[in-house]
């Protein structure tokens, strides 16, 4: 189990007509920052997540339905991915992302703990 901790929330990063967040570390470029969730992880270099994990946002749980080739490698170096919320199973799957269900986004808000549970 992982724990993170919400440390910032860009003013475009949560969009209610497009079901996907994106998380960074601390270091994600000015670019990227204001439609950024900035989240600090505790030891980021040891996640492993596979499909059927657990991410808890706050007292939230989501299922991993799909992991991307590249989502834990960017998670455990740069502390970034892409979460998209879909009951559906997409054709073209995009790499970096963490495919999550339900569908429906959760609440975020600064300062709240974030857990990847295996």
């Known amino acids: 189990m992982h724990k993170a901790k919400v440390i910032f929330i860009g003013e475009q990063a949560i969009e209610s007509q497009e079901p996907i967040i994106l998380f960074f570390g601390e270091g994600v470029t000015d670019g990227l920052r204001e439609y950024s969730v900035i989240q600090k992880i505790e030891d980021p270099v ?54 999550l269900t339900p569908s429906v986004m959760p609440k975020i808000s600064l300062g709240m703990t974030i857990t990847y549970q295996g």
């Open 46 to 99: 040891s996640i492993e997540l596979v499909v059927g994990d657990s991410i808890i946002f706050g007292e939230q749980e989501y299922k991993v339905a799909h992991l991307g080739e590249f989502a834990n490698k960017n998670l455990q170096s740069i502390e970034h991915a892409s979460f998209i919320f879909s009951d559906e199973n997409p054709h073209e799957k995009l790499t970096s992302s963490v495919y």
